[in-house]
């Protein structure tokens, strides 16, 4: 029975509703941070099935595995699958898209249907393979700066040919060198980077008309959550797939676009009516996460920004505490200062997981954790795929890899040596030089070892068994098509959560959400050639066989167990993991790892942080964004950590920090603690520090300021005089720096343009120019260690030198 459409609009305010309905045409929804977008996104496509849109022709797409997970669990709960018309839908991410789509079209996009996704570790271990292919020292060609400009370059769809053709500096000349044998490393062992899912697939939509005459009819309304994030390349696939329909529907908030350093474009969101300038601007401006006070101070703080789109920032919920701001003496005072909050606001009923610790910079977390673990107080540090990133996991996810595309040479340099079996350093580049003489890969090579000249015995029984090891795992998982892992298919848990898949584009489950039992560290239940029947037993498979597990056992040591218990856990995700249905009631087991391998290769930041840890969060404001915690405390509100020294530089970089001081403050429902320190300690020195600009920003009226450091010297840099009287004249004292005085714009005279100055990480530079505003005065500044730099007078701690 088709759903009523009234029904699907039911318990919404009227903005939510307003956006939720709208069917035909493209949309521009503002949603501020607590606003509820998800649910009008879920809203409205429960609307588009309900209005008889078949559900097929949808297409939903986020940024993370868990955002995804959330809509569909959404969904799934207003229109069940067993509404006509409800199969099909697709709900995925812009990097499982890709993968989903070239895989599809791997064909027509020069792909092997078997090609790998390297993850982040794999990247780089190529780059550096490049960067010395192309005769550079690695230590003069950084493999992350590397890295990061053909990461760039593939963002705005430059090929390592185009990129060529832009390279006028003599970096980017041997970058184009570099990112030229990146991409020959790649294609050779048939794998993909993350951005190549993005760029092959713009660059496929736009030169197939087939491809993209199909994709264009199939999907006949898009939707997009987060928009605000979006990069070059994605704005370009979401541009060209609605291009027929016109049927783009997209949520953000410029407020919250803080990722400007990866890619992200502002601009996206901010030209939307330009693109489209027929389009519907619905504003959600109404917040139900926070109480009114930290919204009011949001608010204040974010209006002074210039780019941005307005909306009204506005709560029904009570008026609650008051951010309060605290100056402490140190980084170590306001450590135990901010465990004393937690312990506090957890004897008074708040769980330590509905707590976080926010900062911009990782580093600020040393001090930190010392403490919390002194103070007895628990955490969990969110580090994205940190379980991934773990050195036994990696070699085991590795040996996967190579086991799923035995072209993948970067897998096999990883550990064909791991445990040792005698095909060390040398071994190794002579079969790598006899395996580019031949065009062979390196696995192929290794077959062949007795042919390769000068290798030892030693090594050519270590390559060859290596070889046959690989091969027989490969023959075994070829000759069966076993069951969907975890049984029965008619499953509710699957019903509910998958079948809603379309028949040619899937989005792998989540790590963890399918069914299956917890693994414990015991030895396998699979007996030598019994056949594979489950993607559990591939994985205890070639733990077993390899030696890792076998190379851990016999040291014995606290960290062995450890990594024992971590490999333990890895066949734990595999047990857990549930094949997508498009692959059929049968999937081979080939299909079922490739399906693994992408779910964990596109594993993010948001989906590894566990909302049942009782354990307080500490997390960078970058990470933060998205979670949402009854209180927060953000530390280190000082000049040159927020706004950050190297992000300042500009009017753009310090909104983008202005931002994400807005998208912290947001994320506090009922508590927020926020704290500067008098002093902290940078390379071993102890220095004064400047409170943040942004604090002076915050409406006073929606503020306790409290002096916990027992230090008010008004003549001090940055010094605070906290009063507890609330209102303009204690805000008026809040920041005061030896140059600049109580607030206003800096006059500048004390630092004439051509006048030399030194600053306490710059160095020496000259000053070029002066602009003044209305509320400060910026100079531009050319330093002879840094280069230019835009500074804000009042809290750039000058000293003159001479002119």
Request: charged letters at 25%; a negative charge.
């Amino acid at each position: 029975m088709i759903p009523d459409p009234a029904r699907m609009l039911e318990g919404l305010t009227d903005a939510q509703r307003e956006a939720a309905s709208h069917l035909d045409g493209p949309a521009l929804v503002l949603a501020g941070p607590g606003s509820g977008k998800t649910r009008v996104i879920t809203r409205r496509i429960a609307h588009l099935v309900a209005q008889g849109v078949p559900a097929w022709s949808i297409l939903a797409l986020t940024f993370t595995n868990k955002a995804a997970g959330e809509m569909r669990a959404r969904v799934d709960a207003i229109v069940p699958a067993s509404v006509p018309g409800r199969r099909g839908l697709t709900v995925t991410t812009f990097h499982a898209l890709g993968a989903r789509l070239l895989r599809r079209y791997a064909s027509a996009a020069g792909l092997p249907e078997s090609f790998t996704i390297y993850d982040t570790g794999d990247q780089r271990d190529a780059v550096k393979q490049a960067i010395k292919d192309a005769g550079l020292d690695t230590k003069n060609f950084a493999p992350a700066a590397v890295h990061a400009h053909i990461s760039q370059a593939k963002n705005n769809l430059l090929d390592a040919a185009a990129f060529a053709q832009h390279a006028g500096d003599f970096f980017s000349r041997a970058v184009a060198k570099a990112y030229k044998n990146y991409e020959a490393i790649l294609k050779k062992a048939g794998a993909l980077d993350f951005d190549d899912l993005l760029m092959r697939l713009a660059m496929l939509l736009r030169a197939d008309e087939r491809v993209r005459d199909d994709l264009q009819e199939r999907y006949q309304y898009l939707l997009i959550d987060e928009y605000q994030d979006t990069n070059h390349v994605q704005f370009i696939i979401a541009h060209t797939l609605a291009a027929r329909s016109r049927n783009i529907f997209v949520v953000g908030d410029p407020d919250q676009s803080i990722y400007g350093w990866r890619g992200a474009d502002i601009r996206n969101i901010l030209d939307f009516e330009t693109h489209y300038p027929d389009a519907r601007v619905i504003p959600l401006g109404q917040n139900f996460r926070s109480t009114a006070h930290i919204v009011a101070a949001a608010d204040g703080l974010i209006r002074h920004n210039r780019r941005r789109k307005h909306k009204d920032l506005h709560t029904e919920l009570e008026a609650g505490e008051k951010p309060r701001l605290v100056r402490c003496a140190d980084e170590h005072h306001e450590a135990r200062l901010v465990a004393d909050e937690l312990k506090r606001r957890h004897e008074s009923g708040i769980a330590w997981k509905d707590m976080a610790v926010m900062y911009r910079v990782n580093a600020l977390s040393r001090v930190m954790e010392d403490v919390l673990r002194r103070e007895g107080v628990p955490y969990v540090i969110a580090r994205g795929t940190a379980f991934y990133e773990r050195q036994e996991v990696k070699d085991a996810l590795a040996y996967l890899r190579l086991l799923a595309n035995p072209a993948d040479d970067v897998s096999f340099r990883r550990i064909v040596n791991t445990p040792t079996r005698g095909a060390g350093k040398a071994g190794l580049e002579k079969l790598g030089l006899y395996a580019i003489n031949r065009n062979l890969t390196l696995l192929e090579a290794a077959r062949q070892a007795q042919r390769v000249e000068g290798l030892s015995s030693k090594a050519v029984k270590g390559f060859t068994s290596f070889a046959a090891m690989v091969d027989g795992w490969r023959a075994r998982l070829e000759g069966v098509s076993p069951p969907m892992n975890g049984g029965d298919r008619e499953s509710p848990q699957i019903d509910t959560d998958r079948e809603d898949v379309d028949s040619d584009i899937f989005s792998p489950l989540p790590l963890g959400e399918g069914p299956g039992a917890r693994v414990s560290p015991v030895p396998s239940s699979l007996l030598p050639g019994q056949p594979i029947t489950d993607l559990r037993q591939v994985v205890e498979l070639v733990l077993r066989e390899s030696g890792l597990e076998h190379m851990y056992e016999q040291q014995r040591t606290e960290e062995d167990q450890d990594r024992l218990e971590n490999l333990a856990e890895l066949v734990s995700s595999a047990a857990d993991f549930v094949p997508p249905l498009e692959l059929g009631a049968e999937p081979s087991m080939l299909q079922t790892l490739h399906a693994y391998l992408e779910s964990v290769a596109l594993v993010s930041d948001a989906d590894m942080v566990d909302p049942a840890n009782g354990a307080v969060t500490l997390l960078t404001l970058h990470a933060a964004k998205g979670l949402e915690f009854k209180a927060v405390c953000m530390i280190g509100l000082e000049e040159g950590l927020l706004p950050h020294a190297n992000a300042a530089d500009g009017e753009h970089g310090l909104e983008e920090e202005r931002r994400l001081c807005f998208v912290g403050i947001t994320r506090a429902e009922r508590h927020l603690l926020l704290t500067c320190a008098n002093v902290r300690t940078h390379r071993g020195l102890r220095e004064r520090t400047i409170p943040s600009m942004f604090l002076r920003e915050i409406p006073p009226t929606h503020l306790t300021m409290l002096d916990a450091s027992h230090e008010t010297d008004d003549d001090e840099p940055g010094g605070l005089r906290y009063v507890r009287d609330e209102g303009e004249s204690a805000h008026e004292t809040l920041v005061e720096s030896k140059s600049g005085g109580r607030g206003g714009a800096f006059s500048g005279g004390a630092f004439p343009v051509g006048s030399m100055v030194r600053h306490p990480q710059f160095g020496v530079g000259r000053v070029e120019s002066i602009e003044r505003h209305s509320s400060h005065t910026r100079a531009r500044i050319a330093f002879a260690a840094v280069g230019r730099k835009t500074l804000i007078l009042e809290y750039a701690r000058l000293e003159r030198l001479s002119g």
